[in-house]
């Protein structure tokens, strides 16, 4: 078979995780420039930092009832502060149908030593939720990154539970509703959807989750990194700009200047309509390939950011072999699937990449995969 390389049309690579593409026309201003070089602690520096939390929330629409820290070590670094300054209190459930939720039970069992609940599901799969015991804390995924799976929706998280909902939203986040009503402790880090810089988490906190922190002293020793609490009360500073350490400023203007670009575009609902966009476009690419299915069979589950597709008779040398030939073309970066999920792709389909991106990407796949065959 004769196999033609298409046109070049990407602008932008595809990634299959953060950081993803930065938002176009970026550029930092007079502004952003000079809190580079200054201290976090001095004026300008509290002063955008407070600034990137306000936007924050003005973009997600998060309530007043809800703190927002930008915290230390990315979406692990603000899972685990959470999980190590809150657990213990009651039972835990822990939900794994992915790398990152697999994670959180390694922490609960091995390292907190918790004696957990696990509910488990095969990659491309959720567990039953309508079996989750809310009289327990319960830590989960809200989207997987690794598996392409995401909860359907907040109505299986109980309105009256007695325990706290710990939900890692770091590819949810931007680009879905989520309930903050029913959500006690969220976590996230700008890499994903709003494509920023890494190294800094997001630890969002419910007024159930400070009781919980100002009533409750876990019995394992806390490092610096993670106490948020100070004589008996919430560290509030640590929600208004005053980091536990000392942040990348560079980092912080990235995320400032995606969060404007984010108002530019209607706030949440632009960016959710990007990420539907982009998730559809691959869906219709998948639709027209006999060759490519989803990970995640119900739609209704599947994730809009992180999609994972799997490729007909394909084993990981396969799907190695298939990724390189797209990053030798300067088509497609980084589109293999996690090293601990079933042989195949995952494309990255958040707000920060344009939909003609996702379009041109078709006639790639094609080129790569009956290039692979006819060899």
Known sequence: MTTTIPARKPARPFFSSGPCAKPPGYSLDKLATESLGRSHRAKIGKTRLQYCIDLMREVLGLPDTHRIGIVPGSDTGAFEMAMWTMLGA????????????????????????????????DYGQLPDLDKVDWSDDVLFTWNGTTS?????DGEWIAADRQGL??????SAVFAYDLPWDKIDVA????????????AHGVLILGPRAVERLE?????????????????????????KGETINTPSM????????????????????GLKARCTANAEALDKIVAERAWLSHLAVDRGIRSKTSVCLSVEGADADFIKAFAGLLEKEGAAYDIAGYRDAPPGLRIWCGATVDTADIEALGPWLDWAWETLKAA
Do not use: H
């Open 90 to 121: 009651r039972g835990v459930t822990t939900l794994a149908w992915e790398s990152f939720g697999e994670g959180w039970v390694t922490d609960a069992v091995k390292q907190l030593k918790l004696e957990p609940t696990v509910m488990r599901a």
């Open 148 to 152: 392409g799976v995401r909860v359907p």
């Open 165 to 170: 909902c710990f939900a890692d939203a770091t």
């Open 187 to 198: 976590t996230f880090s700008w890499q994903k959807v709003l494509g920023g810089e890494g």
């Open 215 to 239: 009533s409750y002293t876990p019995e394992w020793p806390l490092p610096k990194v993670f106490r948020l609490i100070s004589k008996g009360k919430l560290a509030e500073g640590v929600f």
């Open 250 to 269: 560079l980092a912080v203007e990235d995320a400032i200047f995606a969060l404007e670009w984010a108002k530019g575009l209607g706030g949440l609902e």
